[in-house]
């Protein structure tokens, strides 16, 4: 046996083993990390529909108070201010001024 290579030997050995536990930590970080997303991604969705709920109730509310003025005092009192009509249409950015 050569005692040349055994030194290099050892030395590969010992990187081998470093390589395979940081795969080890880095698959366990991104296991964790991605459970963590998935779960931050339901938050947002739920989020999501209950904005979405809430922006139709307030459209039907305006929509009601056309008919009948008397809630306009709820808009005052809860901070909602009724948009003048056809308001509620986006114009695109790149729409010619």
């Known amino acids: 046996m050569n005692r040349k290579r055994d030194p290099l030997a050892k030395l590969l050995a010992v990187l ?3 390589g395979v536990l ?3 930590v880095l698959s366990v970080a991104y296991v964790r990390y991605t459970r963590s997303l998935r779960g ?3 938050e947002a ?3 999501n529909r209950n904005l979405s709920s809430f922006q139709q109730l307030v459209a039907e509310a305006v929509e009601y108070s056309k008919r009948n003025p008397k809630i306009d ?5 809860v901070g ?3 948009l003048p009509a056809g308001s509620h249409q986006a114009v ?3 729409a010619p001024k």
């Open 16 to 18: 081998m083993v470093f």
């Open 40 to 42: 931050l991604q339901v």
């Open 22 to 24: 940081a795969t080890a």
């Open 92 to 94: 695109p950015a790149s």
């Open 80 to 82: 909602i201010n009724k």
């Open 73 to 77: 005092k709820i808009f005052q009192e």
């Open 45 to 47: 969705a739920i989020a």
